[in-house]
């Protein structure tokens, strides 16, 4: 079993910087115009002929109802009517997509985010769900890992039947606080009866897990109202938990300027906030993963990272990071071998390359030797806050203080700080130091100083 987490709030003051949350690297900055159909095609035919198996995500961009906090790639509209001519978009990328692949490589995760799939109507989840079945091997006996997020006001028992009727057994709800004052102030009225209601319904129909989603940092927040959420959250026992830091940059996203930043609670709060959420969640039974993320000792998180399995891709923590991951819709991210796609963010240009009968890929990037090798080391570091050097060498036939040598006075100063022991074959992330894995990773990032650090959130 992995040690407990340690806090130290020195550490935490001297390494909580701005810097990538690395699902992939190199991350999506990166991405540019050069990359198009012509690679993703290419990506493909290799996929298949390597015979790797499948996980896909399905991109569904609208919601009702703004969230001043939100950074995902949405369409705010009350208009249902909207949802039709973008799922036939998508069933054509789907069809395009399918055709460069073998009927033989099975889906063994799949994942639709949002804005808010439960927008769809009944119908159209099944619609959609049929067209993947026609096309892609999804599995039938409920073992692959098939998750759908939730906003517990847009589902009831009758949606969470129909999404295990249609084969999904995991659950992502979206939570955030459940202070009355809180939801006023970032626009998100959500009762814990509401949300408890979906997870009764989703443990009758037994899904397989259910996760939470929690923010810190958000406005009218204080230590003592976010610890009363997390004791009632604690209360409905998910599998999971993320407790995600709210990075407010109203600059880069529209919705953030409704939120007041007087309400915001200052640093000094934002940490004590995380702090009691980690003893609160390990008092309760939870292990820190990382990056935000808590499972219980039991679930396959937990298991793959005490096994050393456990893997990271732009769905973020994963036991499935062997398969090429498929992105479907608006703004949604593949990763296929060594290239990673992103379809265009633009709603109207999205649906308009796909009833010209062509992908809608907009940028992207293949990655190179190099790389390679830096994700596979921020890979282990971030996964199983350990690197044995031997490994990294016999898989990329390097020495590894010879190759990294330029970055040992750095990995030395953390070592002497109390972050990281450093020793000749040997990292490993120390109690203290797993708060701040994101530091860590950023010492082997070789774009980061290229890069406009305000682009990202704090580690903290």
């Not at 499948?54 to 909207?82: E, M, W």
């Not at 999804?138 to 949606?159: M, Q, V």
């Not at 039974?285 to 096994?307: S, T, V």
């Amino acid at each position: 079993m992995l040690d407990a987490i340690r806090w130290d709030s020195d550490l935490i003051r001297r390494y909580d910087l701005a810097g990538p949350r690395y699902t992939s690297y190199p991350t999506a900055v990166q991405f540019h115009g050069q990359v198009g159909t012509f690679d993703l095609f290419h990506a493909l035919r290799d996929s298949r002929k390597a015979q790797r198996p499948l996980s896909l995500y399905v991109h569904v961009p609208f919601c009702a109802n703004i969230c001043y906090y939100c950074a995902c790639n949405k369409v705010i509209t009350k208009d249902r009517g909207r949802a039709q001519p973008y799922l036939q978009r998508l069933e054509q990328e789907i069809q395009l997509i399918a055709c460069h692949l073998d009927p033989a490589q099975t889906v063994e995760q799949l994942h639709f985010g949002g804005g808010t799939p439960t927008f769809l109507s009944h119908d159209e989840l099944r619609q959609l769900m049929a067209h993947l079945r026609k096309h892609f091997n999804l599995l039938n006996d409920d073992s692959g890992d098939y998750g759908i997020e939730i906003d517990p006001r847009e589902a009831d028992w009758s949606t969470m039947g129909l999404l295990r009727e249609l084969g999904f057994n995991r659950v992502s709800i979206g939570l955030q606080d459940l202070d009355p004052a809180v939801q006023r102030a970032v626009n998100r009225l959500q009762s814990l009866e509401e949300t408890r209601a979906v997870i009764d319904a989703a443990r009758t129909l037994q899904f397989r897990s259910i996760n939470i989603d929690l923010i810190y940092g958000l406005p009218k927040q204080t230590p003592d109202n976010f610890a009363r959420t997390v004791e009632e959250v604690i209360s409905l026992q998910p599998d999971r938990l993320s407790v995600f830091n709210y990075a407010h940059l109203p600059e880069r996203f529209m919705p953030q300027r409704r939120i007041n930043s007087s309400d915001l609670p200052s640093p000094a709060h934002k940490l004590e906030m995380l702090q009691r959420t980690i003893e609160q969640l390990t008092a309760a039974g939870y292990r820190y993963i990382g990056m935000d993320h808590f499972a219980l000792p039991d679930d396959e998180l937990a298991i793959a990272q005490e096994e050393q399995t456990l893997q990271r891709n732009f769905q973020g923590y994963t036991t499935h990071g062997h398969c090429d991951l498929i992105g479907l819709g608006v703004s949604a991210i593949s990763q296929i071998g060594d290239l990673y796609c992103q379809n265009s963010s633009d709603l109207t240009a999205y649906q308009n390359s796909l009833a010209s009968a062509q992908l809608a890929t907009s940028r992207g990037l293949v990655c190179n030797a190099d790389d390679r090798l830096r994700r596979a080391v921020i890979q282990q570091l971030i996964c199983n806050f350990e690197l044995e050097f031997a490994e990294i060498e016999q898989q990329f036939n390097i020495d590894f203080q010879g190759y990294f040598g330029a970055l040992w006075p750095q990995l030395q100063g953390m070592a002497e700080d109390g972050l990281i022991r450093l020793e000749r074959e040997h990292i490993e992330v120390l109690p203290a130091g797993r708060l701040l894995v994101r530091s860590v990773c950023m010492v082997f990032d070789a774009y980061l100083e290229q890069q406009n650090r305000q682009r990202f959130s704090r580690v903290i």
